[in-house]
């Protein structure tokens, strides 16, 4: 009889004589794959510091909109709003006239701008962003002392057939801009032919394309396009006015011209063919000079003078820096601005500085402050001071710009408003709804004293924007 004990032994698992085998298995225990240790501590499988455990792919940016098309940004950039609907609409605001524009009743007091003459500043580009035209209802420009002064100028310019030649400067936010916007109102009100360069940077800055002009001592180079543009801009703004003159004088030109064409046909054959540009502007030119015919007088503007004060950006095939009076449009106003050559039939040539985008230059600088010493001095200063103003010796100074700044030109030094003129301002902002406090003699004396002695700009923004300076 068998014991229970043996079929014990033979239904027990013997042990394992070598820790890397199986039971029934053939593989040899030295070909078995070794035993892995558990990792503890900071061999486990937590992630690091500082390590990105979570990896996602990112999906590529998908362009759901069209790309602004050429141009789109520089006119977003340049685009002029001059209405608010939100302002109030001011009661009794006159608007501007040949009758009103040299009255001292209106002094200190905003008068409004025509519709019609709106749409010629819009097409001569006179109004210019940053100057809070999109504050109010409609335009309306200040009447202060100096707008007095110029429409008294250019109607006695009108009248004698002279020349009147002047540059506005001052500091940033005096009015510049906005008194050669007065000036250009003036003139389109009495029938002026205006032409003017809005911004002086764009001749300079080797934007458009250029090309030499020949048979010229010393080379001066013509910009076609910006020709062409600027014949547009004269056409929009001045189109009544040339309608009405017919071509007197026989021009040498690639196209046929009829006699009985008018200054606003020849005009257009410029703005579509910008090869002929030039031509047509030199032609337009000697028509409006023209003694022959009954001519209207011209008025020249240009705002930003000292960009037209140095070299331009532009080279010559010698890879030389262009100087700026060698382009043939800005040796054309440097000429009728400096003296050089007058208007028979009268008008006005006018300029004014920019202090908010201007390059350095000292030669305009330096001309403009000897001008102004000695026309504001008194005659024993003036006597006993050998010079009004030193040059710099480690300053090389360009003799063509100092020669451009001539004694006979009428230099204005822009300066802060006057406390009734800053008061009947801060009353044409309350009464548009843009100011919302009492205005009393305490409150015109702490934001005219605020605004650096009445300047426009720190005004407008002390009263309107309610910047604490």
Request: net charge positive.
């Amino acid at each position: 009889m068998t014991s229970r004990s043996c079929w014990r032994c033979l239904l027990r698992r013997p042990p394992s004589i070598y820790p890397g085998s199986r039971l029934f298995s053939t593989t040899h225990v030295f070909l078995a794959s070794p035993i892995k240790a558990k990792k503890t501590g900071q061999d486990s499988n937590a992630p690091r510091k500082g390590a990105k455990s979570l990896r996602i792919r990112k999906k590529g940016v998908q362009n759901s909109g069209k790309p602004p098309a050429p141009g789109e940004r520089k006119a977003i950039r340049k685009r002029i709003v001059l209405s608010n609907t939100n302002a109030l609409e001011v009661r009794g605001m006159q608007d501007l006239s040949n009758e009103n524009m040299t009255d001292e009743k209106v002094r200190g007091t905003v008068i409004g701008l025509p519709g019609p003459l709106v749409g010629q500043l819009r097409a001569l580009e006179a109004f210019r962003t940053g100057q809070g035209w999109g504050l109010f209802r409609r335009p309306g420009v200040l009447i202060r002392e100096d707008s007095l002064e110029i429409a008294k100028a250019l109607e006695g310019s009108e009248n004698e057939k002279k020349t009147l030649r002047r540059i506005y400067t001052g500091e940033r936010g005096s009015g510049k801009s906005v008194i050669l916007l007065q000036a250009i109102s003036i003139a389109l009100l009495r029938d002026w032919v205006v032409i003017t360069i809005p911004e002086a940077q764009d001749i300079t800055n080797a934007h458009t394309e250029y090309a030499p002009l020949s048979s010229t001592t010393p080379i001066q180079y013509v910009q076609r396009l910006y020709t062409s543009s600027l014949l547009s801009r004269i056409s929009k703004a001045n189109s009544a006015v040339l309608s009405n003159l017919a071509v007197s004088l026989t021009h040498k030109l690639p196209i046929s011209i009829r006699p009985d064409y008018s200054l606003s046909e020849l005009v257009d054959f410029g703005i579509r063919d910008p090869d002929l540009a030039w031509l047509i502007f030199q032609a337009l030119w000697n028509e409006l000079t023209s003694t022959a015919a009954a001519r209207p007088p011209i008025m020249l503007t240009l705002d930003g003078l000292g960009q037209i004060m140095r070299d331009s950006q532009y080279r010559s095939p010698a890879f030389q820096p262009i100087h700026a009076h060698d382009l043939a449009i800005v040796r054309h106003f440097v000429d009728y601005l400096s003296g050089v050559r007058s208007l028979p039939n009268g008008g006005a040539v006018i300029a004014a500085t920019s202090a908010s985008s201007t390059p350095a230059t000292p030669s305009l600088a330096l001309a403009l402050s000897q001008h102004l010493h000695l026309t504001n001095a008194s005659p024993q200063q003036t006597l006993t001071s050998k010079k009004p103003t030193q040059r710099n010796p480690f300053v090389a100074y360009d003799e063509r710009v100092l020669q451009s700044i001539t004694p006979e030109l009428d230099v204005v030094e822009l300066k802060g408003l006057s406390r009734e003129e800053a008061r009947g301002l801060m009353e044409y902002y309350a009464a548009s709804g843009m100011l919302r406090h009492k205005i009393d003699e305490h409150f015109v004396t702490e934001k005219w004293t605020i605004a650096g002695g009445g300047v426009v700009g720190e005004l407008e923004r002390a009263a309107v924007m309610g910047v604490t300076i």
